[in-house]
């Protein structure tokens, strides 16, 4: 599954917008408000109500409410055009009095063809709320093993529901009692996902609270400390949930496959991927994700500039307002290998100082123009008792003030 190009037309603050998507990471950046989620809304409504046409998926569809449409419109329009199994597909969805869908190519035998194929193309999308752990209901489809399972709510919101994961576990440790290569080899998927990403993590494993209870918890050796899921941070517990969700829902839907992480293809859709995560981490989550799963198309929205500095250009898609509508900028952009204070002040529009520090340089620099050096040196004297110390603009005009000083004094020297 790959998508290669989105139309909005009228939907929430788009009047009209395209978006051109890339193999692997694509990323949605914009200030808050501009519409990053709003994409990605899009996108899991639309295949929400076409996967069932193509797919073994049997999930109910999501809507389009009405007030989904523009103030001032009465219809919406989503079109998407996306490959699956290696065919072109184009989907048409509107929303106006009632819901229209269209397919193209809506061939019997085509559709068919890919809901009864061996490896199925998946949409999972993942919501802010993926590290918030839950006892709510299951939904038993999960711990399945059948095409089906993979689609089951992979587009909704959901929090992580711990026992929907372990019941699944448990069921592959009781096929492997019954010598199942396949069980063997999706649980060793998931602890090289878990591995690769973590490699502090080891010993993956499911494990029953009490002797008597049915309720499970999924435990882990860190750094050589064992840990359950409970224990984790929200940035560990949050990515620790993406892998291995999307990793049973590839093995789920592709059966028939050696290697379904290599070979496992799927649209994951990331709303604030930077969630609870340290720069550090936010440095190589891109590049983790895409070497585990790097048959997948990514779509995300971050406001992190380490995550926007690790993506390609043709990956970038900078949302802005402009008058009364947002538009879609894609061509110009380059952050890769950029640091992230030049991402900060020319992509994001952000200036990445405190203001009244950066006030304070502009005021120095101001005088340095105008020759009062005086001023200048008091106003450095200043700014050095705001930020507590020292650093590399405090040490570039200082250096300025002193070689004009230094002019200064020659300049006086000869003329005496």
Same mark, same amino acid.
């Given at each position: 599954? &790959?998508?290669? +190009?989105?139309?909005?037309?009228?939907?929430?603050?788009?009047?009209?917008?395209?978006?051109?998507?890339?193999?692997?990471?694509?990323?949605?950046?914009?200030?808050?408000?501009?519409? =990053?989620?709003?994409?990605?809304?899009?996108? *899991?409504?639309?295949?929400?109500? %076409?996967?069932?046409?193509?797919?073994?998926?049997?999930?109910?569809?999501?809507?389009?409410?009405?007030?989904? !449409?523009?103030?001032?419109?009465?219809?919406?329009?989503?079109?998407?055009?996306? /490959?699956?199994?290696? %065919?072109?597909?184009?989907?048409?969805?509107? +929303?106006?009095?009632? @819901?229209?869908? =269209? !397919?193209?190519?809506?061939?019997? %035998? !085509?559709?068919?063809?890919?809901?009864?194929?061996?490896?199925?193309?998946?949409?999972?999308?993942?919501?802010?709320?993926?590290?918030?752990?839950?006892?709510?209901?299951?939904?038993?489809? +999960?711990?399945?093993? $059948?095409?089906?399972?993979? #689609?089951?709510?992979?587009? %909704?919101?959901?929090?992580?529901?711990?026992?929907?994961?372990?019941?699944?576990?448990?069921? /592959?440790?009781?096929?492997?009692?019954? =010598?199942?290569?396949?069980?063997?080899?999706?649980?060793?998927?998931?602890?090289?996902?878990?591995?690769?990403?973590?490699?502090? #993590?080891?010993?993956?494993?499911?494990?029953?609270?009490?002797?008597?209870?049915? =309720?499970?918890?999924?435990?882990?050796?860190?750094?050589?400390?064992?840990? $359950?899921? $409970?224990?984790?941070?929200?940035?560990?517990?949050?990515?620790?949930?993406?892998?291995?969700?999307?990793?049973?829902?590839?093995?789920?839907?592709?059966?028939?496959?050696?290697?379904?992480? /290599?070979?496992?293809?799927?649209?994951?859709? !990331?709303?604030?991927?930077?969630?609870?995560? @340290?720069?550090?981490?936010?440095?190589?989550?891109?590049?983790?994700?895409?070497?585990?799963?790097?048959?997948?198309?990514?779509?995300?929205?971050?406001?992190?500039?380490?995550?926007?500095?690790?993506?390609?250009?043709?990956?970038?898609?900078?949302?802005?307002? &402009?008058?009364?509508?947002?538009?879609?900028?894609?061509?110009?952009?380059?952050?890769?290998?950029?640091?992230?204070?030049?991402?900060?002040?020319?992509?994001?529009?952000?200036?990445?100082?405190?203001?009244?520090?950066?006030?304070?340089?502009?005021?120095?620099?101001?005088?340095?123009?105008?020759?009062?050096?005086?001023?200048? +040196?008091? /106003?450095?004297?200043?700014?050095? *008792?705001?930020?507590?110390?020292?650093?590399?603009?405090? #040490? *570039?005009?200082?250096?300025?003030?002193?070689?004009? &000083?230094?002019?200064?004094?020659?300049?006086?020297? &000869?003329?005496?």
């Amino acid at each position: 599954m &790959e998508i290669h +190009r989105l139309t909005l037309t009228t939907f929430r603050g788009f009047k009209q917008a395209e978006f051109e998507f890339e193999p692997g990471m694509n990323l949605l950046v914009g200030i808050n408000g501009v519409g =990053k989620s709003t994409v990605l809304d899009a996108l *899991r409504i639309t295949f929400s109500r %076409i996967l069932p046409e193509f797919t073994a998926c049997e999930e109910k569809h999501l809507n389009f409410n009405a007030d989904d !449409i523009r103030i001032g419109f009465d219809r919406l329009a989503v079109e998407v055009h996306f /490959q699956a199994s290696g %065919i072109p597909f184009q989907c048409n969805v509107s +929303r106006g009095k009632s @819901h229209d869908v =269209k !397919i193209k190519p809506n061939s019997s %035998i !085509i559709l068919e063809s890919i809901k009864k194929a061996g490896n199925q193309p998946l949409v999972v999308y993942f919501s802010t709320r993926r590290s918030i752990l839950t006892e709510k209901a299951l939904n038993r489809n +999960r711990s399945l093993d $059948n095409q089906s399972a993979a #689609f089951a709510d992979a587009l %909704i919101p959901r929090m992580l529901r711990l026992q929907e994961f372990t019941d699944w576990w448990l069921v /592959q440790e009781e096929l492997l009692d019954e =010598k199942s290569d396949l069980a063997q080899r999706h649980l060793n998927a998931l602890n090289d996902a878990v591995r690769r990403f973590f490699d502090w #993590f080891t010993d993956l494993r499911v494990l029953h609270t009490s002797a008597e209870s049915k =309720k499970t918890t999924l435990l882990l050796e860190k750094d050589g400390v064992t840990l $359950n899921i $409970n224990q984790l941070s929200d940035g560990e517990r949050g990515i620790l949930a993406l892998i291995l969700d999307l990793v049973q829902r590839l093995l789920q839907a592709n059966p028939d496959l050696e290697d379904p992480l /290599q070979d496992g293809k799927a649209l994951v859709l !990331i709303d604030e991927l930077d969630l609870h995560l @340290h720069p550090s981490w936010q440095r190589m989550v891109v590049q983790k994700l895409t070497e585990i799963f790097p048959n997948c198309q990514f779509i995300a929205t971050t406001h992190s500039p380490q995550i926007i500095g690790e993506v390609q250009p043709t990956g970038l898609i900078l949302l802005k307002k &402009e008058n009364d509508q947002v538009v879609a900028i894609q061509e110009g952009l380059q952050a890769f290998g950029l640091d992230s204070s030049w991402i900060l002040k020319h992509l994001m529009e952000t200036e990445p100082r405190n203001l009244r520090v950066q006030d304070q340089i502009n005021s120095i620099e101001d005088s340095l123009e105008e020759g009062d050096l005086e001023l200048a +040196r008091n /106003q450095l004297d200043t700014l050095k *008792r705001m930020i507590y110390g020292r650093d590399d603009e405090v #040490f *570039r005009l200082e250096a300025s003030i002193n070689n004009l &000083e230094a002019l200064a004094d020659e300049v006086d020297s &000869e003329e005496e």
